[in-house]
């Protein structure tokens, strides 16, 4: 067999792992998930470390490259990583949520593998099982463009990843029992730049450097568990390249609130005195703030950096305000060569709009939160094994969800298995109105979306008029400010099954997610990938026999 025939057909075939994507490059992974003892706000705790390290490694990739990562478990619990916003094209058997995959038993390992199709930008992994994600294996995930699609700015000196978060002293055991009896997570102790806080001692060593007359890249993304931050740089401003995925419009701030699961891409020159300056991460939206910092240092500097930190913002008018400055840049290519804004998505009419109110209540004197009266329960056998098994009716029913809220009282809460389906290529609507006091950060896997539209009060038809329906960012997370609503418009292309989920731990663990069903109905290669040949299978499938793969 010739050599070219050879790589036909490893390029049809659906491999041990995965599906092999041909001339795109592949970058492995070795990955061991241990336990560790470290002191992130001066307090010894158990930590959840990746390769030794907290956060865990950067993942360094490029547009189309092919991800194989071997994680090898050695907690005392089944564990699973999810990916936050990257696509997983027609792959969500890899995306790593509990309505996807079987989490990875202890002891043992799986091996992800999953191509960056067709994008660019700053993403981040963490943990979906239990509360993992409150003892860390978190870290970034960059997709820089390829070599031959221009980038709208000029290369940086380095490019830097800024991971921010709240952060417990109590152990993510702890935190799991506290949601499990009944009762809330409270109120975090910390704030954590890359997974430490600045003492102010004198004695802090710098988490970057920069040399005088540089200009750097800093990827900043909120891996918190309960708050929105904001973030500034001593003496600095930042202008925004990218978000989520996109490249946006270039304007400067002084600070950026950063709601839980976003990241954003900034351009900061070192223009000042070369000496020490602060990177400040504060809370928004609380009665006390707690602040973490982090040292940036010149180069062959000289001084420390000034005690007296910049101010943050006050109010969520102004973070309103903010996010509708941001603009999507029509005239940069993202990931393929021609121009993000050649896709006029305001052009295309809505085929169905749903509503998702959010709600908190209690089930048997337990609180619970919900989406329109439904609160999501986990079953053991994920959604999509018992969908493409053909077992789903044992498992769930779709669209015990209704597209708009029920008309009866908010406190009366459903616990069932939440899944919507939608239909292939519908361009849908979605509106989240947040009647709560708390601003809410929700998340869509499998896709990027148009966050068109944000106001206070509740929506109605006719506040389409105010859509931005020209150069929204194409994002992966959308906040949702107190007594407010919000959005999205997308086309559901990637067949799959796509957790749709409040980006606060505390809210997703006890039911403030679901799942949407994009079916694969003429089981085509063209349309989603097979169940891959190594999948953990787990609940009622465990024993039945495979079904039989799709075809072209």
Not at 257 to 274: E, I
Not at 280 to 309: C, D, H, M, Q, W
Request: proline fraction near 7%.
């Amino acid at each position: 067999m010739s050599g070219m025939m050879l790589m036909l057909l490893l390029c049809l075939s659906v491999g041990t792992i995965s599906v092999v994507h041909c001339g795109n490059p592949y970058l492995f992974f070795t990955w061991n998930v241990t336990y560790g003892t470290l002191s992130p706000l001066g307090v010894p705790q158990q930590v959840i470390l990746i390769n030794g390290q907290f956060p865990g490694p950067n993942i360094n990739s490029t547009t189309n490259n092919n991800i194989v990562l071997n994680v090898f478990n050695n907690l005392d619990e089944p564990f699973l990583l999810t990916w936050n916003g990257i696509q997983q094209r027609k792959n969500s058997w890899q995306d790593g949520t509990l309505g996807t995959m079987c989490p990875i038993p202890p002891g043992t390992n799986y091996t992800y593998q999953f191509q960056v199709k067709d994008q660019i930008g700053s993403f981040m992994y963490y943990p979906t099982t239990a509360m993992h994600k409150a003892a860390g294996a978190f870290g970034g995930l960059r997709v820089n463009s390829r070599l031959l699609i221009p980038v709208p700015y000029a290369d940086p000196e380095d490019d830097y990843t800024v991971l921010i978060g709240d952060w417990y002293t109590k152990s993510h055991t702890q935190l799991k029992k506290l949601l499990e009896s009944g009762r809330s997570m409270a109120r975090p102790e910390g704030v954590l730049i890359n997974g430490k806080s600045s003492k102010g001692d004198g004695k802090d060593e710098p988490l970057f450097v920069m040399k005088p007359g540089k200009t750097y890249k800093y990827r900043i993304c909120n891996v918190g568990l309960k708050n929105s931050l904001n973030f500034r740089i001593q003496g600095h401003s930042m202008t925004l390249v990218e978000m989520e995925g996109s490249h946006t419009v270039q304007n400067t701030y002084d600070s950026f609130d950063v709601h839980l699961g976003q990241c954003f891409s900034v351009l900061v020159t070192a223009d000042k005195d070369p000496k020490d300056y602060y990177m400040v991460a504060s809370t928004r939206f609380t009665k006390s703030v707690l602040t973490g910092k982090g040292i940036i240092r010149y180069e062959n500097g000289k001084g420390p950096a000034a005690p007296e930190l910049p101010k943050a913002p006050v109010g969520w008018a102004w973070s309103l305000n903010q996010f509708r400055s941001f603009r999507w840049n029509l005239t940069a290519s993202a990931a393929r060569p021609n121009p993000q804004g050649s896709y006029h998505y305001g052009k295309i009419n809505i085929t169905r709009t749903i509503k998702l109110v959010n709600s908190a209540s209690k089930v048997d004197s337990k609180l619970r939160y919900a989406i329109n009266g439904i609160s999501h329960v986990d079953p053991e056998t994920p959604l999509k094994l018992a969908d493409y098994y053909k077992v789903y009716d044992k498992v769930f029913k779709f669209d015990t969800m209704k597209d708009t809220p029920p008309a009866t009282a908010a406190d009366k809460i459903t616990m069932v298995p939440n899944v919507v389906n939608i239909t292939m290529k519908d361009f849908v609507e979605i509106i989240f109105e947040n009647p709560e006091k708390s601003l809410q950060t929700w998340h869509l896997d499998g896709y990027s979306f148009f966050s068109v539209a944000s106001e206070p009060g509740t929506w109605t038809p006719e506040k389409r008029r105010n859509y931005n329906l020209l150069d929204a960012v194409s994002r992966y997370t959308v906040q949702v400010f107190p007594k407010s609503w919000a959005a999205i418009l997308l086309t559901f292309d990637n067949a799959g099954m796509w957790n749709v989920r409040s980006e606060q731990p505390e809210r997703r663990y006890l039911g403030q997610q679901f799942y949407v069903g994009v079916e694969n109905i003429a089981r085509s290669l063209r349309n989603e990938y097979n169940m891959p040949d190594n999948a953990l299978v787990c609940g009622i499938v465990k024993d039945m026999p495979k079904p039989a793969p799709y075809s072209m």
